[in-house]
């Protein structure tokens, strides 16, 4: 028996090869909730049955768990192996894996909920929120300049906040939101690292921090004599 965990954040129907195999080679498949991901598994020609209740032990039997839920799963298969262990072996199968920065989206979509929902998060403006981005940032240095990293980790996301909702408020009326953030910093990063991302386009390839930082000036200072509403960061 399987237990497949399948990530929210990946596109329903979007499976490892393990998954496939798994659920074309199962006799039965069982999911408890109705959701996209399963939906997607039935619509490849999978036939998937409605579980009620707990899943109890059925060889051959692959059960669907609830999406992300991976400590679900875990705990269903060390419950149906029982105390022994390899009696009845159950295994967790992982159909599909978070990327590096899949974390950010579920920040995107509490800060969408939030706008919807709260009323105090709804009334907020770019001006009422002007001086929180300085103040997280001032916390953010405290917290660097203590060394502590955990306290770090914890102030970041203070200050990630504020990104994400600036960017949340500005989707609304100013034609731009947190992707149009992220790509713009995303190509800033790859125009000014050519050492990384181009370097056949360099007569001399920098391979010093003090040239690399060189190189992001001179090449900064191109840009905004190009462009007058670029910003010196």
């Known amino acids: 028996?399987?237990?497949?965990?399948?990530?929210?954040?990946?596109?329903?129907?979007?499976?490892?090869?393990?998954?496939?195999?798994?659920?074309?080679?199962?006799?039965?498949?069982?999911?408890?909730?109705?959701d996209p991901h399963v939906r997607a598994i039935a619509d490849s020609g999978v036939a998937v049955e409605a579980g009620t209740g707990s899943p109890t032990y059925e060889p051959g039997t692959v059960w669907i768990a609830p999406t992300g839920d991976a400590t679900w799963a875990r705990r269903v298969a060390d419950d149906l192996m029982g105390p022994d262990g390899g009696e009845r072996p159950v295994e967790v199968v992982f159909g599909s894996y978070d990327l590096p920065g899949s974390g950010l989206l579920d920040v995107v979509d509490v800060m969408d909920r939030l706008r919807r929902?709260?009323?105090?998060?709804?009334?907020?403006?770019?001006?009422?929120?002007?001086?929180?981005?300085?103040?997280?940032?001032?916390?953010?240095?405290?917290?660097?300049?203590?060394?502590?990293?955990?306290?770090?980790?914890?102030?970041?996301?203070?200050?990630?906040?504020?990104?994400?909702?600036?960017?949340?408020?500005?989707?609304?009326?100013?034609?731009?939101?947190?992707?149009?953030?992220?790509?713009?910093?995303?190509?800033?990063?790859?125009?000014?690292?050519?050492?990384?991302?181009?370097?056949?386009?360099?007569?001399?390839?920098?391979?010093?921090?003090d040239e690399i930082d060189a190189q992001w000036q001179r090449i900064k200072l191109t840009e905004r004599a190009s462009d007058p509403y670029s910003h010196p960061h």
């Open 1 to 34: 028996m399987q237990v497949l965990v399948l990530s929210p954040r990946v596109a329903p129907g979007i499976l490892t090869l393990a998954a496939w195999d798994a659920l074309r080679g199962a006799s039965t498949v069982r999911a408890g909730v109705d």
């Open 117 to 209: 929902e709260c009323p105090w998060t709804a009334a907020q403006t770019h001006e009422s929120l002007a001086r929180y981005v300085l103040e997280e940032a001032h916390e953010v240095h405290e917290a660097l300049e203590e060394g502590d990293s955990e306290h770090v980790r914890e102030e970041l996301g203070d200050l990630l906040m504020q990104v994400v909702f600036h960017a949340r408020i500005a989707a609304e009326s100013r034609g731009w939101d947190v992707d149009d953030v992220a790509a713009g910093i995303a190509a800033k990063l790859i125009r000014r690292n050519p050492h990384v991302f181009a370097p056949e386009t360099l007569d001399h390839v920098p391979t010093t921090a």
